[in-house]
């Protein structure tokens, strides 16, 4: 566990080469078991602990509604409003920020 007590968006580390919506869609399969539907850029976040790097936020519509959870110890589907009581890390504050207020 890279941080333990916090919270964090599903994220995915591109392999050399790859875009990012195939690693959004990567990620999403291996992740959620669930297939991409459509995506749509929400925005993205550079951050620079550890070794650095940039969170992008998308809308998505998946092929179906019903996943299963592999990778985390705990999932939880929130409203905005709620993430003031989540210790998010972050860049992924950051990017929820952009995103909450886009909408």
Avoid at 48 to 67: A, P
Avoid at 68 to 95: E, N, S
Wanted: proline residues 5%.
């Amino acid at each position: 566990m890279l941080f333990p007590g916090l919270w964090e968006l599903p994220t995915e580390v591109l392999e050399e080469g790859e875009m990012a919506e195939d690693a959004l869609e990567r990620g999403l399969f291996e992740r959620l078991t669930v297939n991409l539907r459509s995506a749509k850029p929400l925005g993205a976040v550079d951050f620079c602990f550890g070794e650095g790097g940039r969170i992008m936020g998308y809308e998505v519509e998946l092929q179906r509604n019903f996943f299963h959870i592999y990778g985390y110890d705990d999932f939880r589907w929130i409203k905005p409003r709620d993430l003031k009581h989540l210790r998010v890390l972050a860049p992924h504050v950051t990017i929820l920020t952009q995103v909450v207020s886009a909408l």
